[in-house]
């Protein structure tokens, strides 16, 4: 059974930065993709960043030159190193586990999710 343990939310100021980590349970982390997606009040969760299986990583427009995404394998462990956050960065992040190298939808395996509170 697959199990993603998401760390490394709270509150930061404006301008801030934080590294989220996501780590797996079960065989076989270094074949699929992985992502983060977020979901603030009232909003529909979106897709934040994702990495293939190769560590080719993919943004959404609105994070493009202040988050990162990688991988370590042998770690079991996906980050998100978030950088210049602003108060619309504020949301639930949630990991995901694709299913396929280059996938995350559809089906795959949630987190729990970690709360990000950008504010002065």
């Known amino acids: 059974q697959v199990q993603l343990v998401e760390s490394g939310g709270g509150l930061v100021q404006p301008g801030g930065s934080l590294r989220l980590s996501c780590t797996a349970s079960?065989?076989?982390?270094?074949?699929?993709?992985m992502g983060w997606y977020r979901q603030a009040p009232g909003n529909q969760r979106e897709l934040v960043a994702r990495?293939?299986?190769?560590?080719?990583?993919y943004y959404a427009d609105s994070v493009k030159g202040r988050f990162t995404i990688s991988r370590d394998d042998r770690e079991k462990t996906v980050y998100l190193q978030m950088n210049s956050l602003n108060p619309e960065d504020t949301a639930v992040y949630y990991c995901?586990?694709?299913?396929?190298?280059?996938?995350?939808?559809?089906?795959?395996?949630w987190g729990q999710g970690t709360q990000v509170t950008v504010s002065p």
């Open positions: 995901k586990r694709g299913p396929t190298y280059f996938d995350l939808e559809p089906g795959g395996y």
């Open positions: 990495i293939t299986s190769a560590g080719d990583p």
């Open positions: 079960g065989p076989f982390f270094d074949i699929y993709a």
